[in-house]
């Protein structure tokens, strides 16, 4: 069972990546060219669809470190206004320039104050999985509007 608190979390993202996210315009039968946006992308290091919609979809957690060559993300501890006495800390490493599900990982840490200290506590397995498929999902929304746009 996801906590509370991760649940929130998890909406939060949801919201935020839905009211970033543009949809891809249908072209009937039309294929793209392979090469318009390659699931390829070195100029930045890692994957450039990967990279934008991590930053996006955590866009509401305050960044400590962006290594775009590194294909690094970390985050400040983030304490959602509605769930006080709990607060979370996310990762994200971008591990290839290909746009594939296993060139992403996040990790993300969980803190809950007790007598006034912050003492570490697991993350649900499901919250980080499903911080990684919107980020997947997001990535694979950014590549086919790329795709459209050249069109």
């Known amino acids: 069972m996801i906590s509370r608190f991760s649940s929130r979390l998890i909406l939060s993202v949801a919201a935020v990546a839905t009211l970033a996210g543009v949809s891809a315009c249908s072209h ?71 746009l594939r599900a296993d060139a992403l990982r996040v990790a993300a840490s969980r803190q809950v104050s007790q007598n006034g200290q912050w003492v570490e506590v697991p993350v649900q397995a499901a919250t980080v999985q499903k911080l990684e498929e919107v980020i997947l999902t997001k990535a694979r929304d950014l590549r086919r509007t790329a795709i459209g746009e050249k069109d």
Request: no cysteine.
């Open 28 to 98: 009937g039968n039309k294929r793209p060219k392979a090469d318009l946006a390659a699931s390829k992308v070195t100029t930045i290091g890692v994957n450039a669809y990967l990279w934008r919609a991590s930053l996006e979809t955590l866009s509401f957690m305050p960044l400590v470190q962006t290594d775009s060559n590194g294909g690094v993300i970390v985050t400040d501890w983030y304490a959602n206004p509605n769930a006080a006495g709990e607060r979370m800390k996310v990762t994200v490493t971008i591990l290839d320039q290909d």
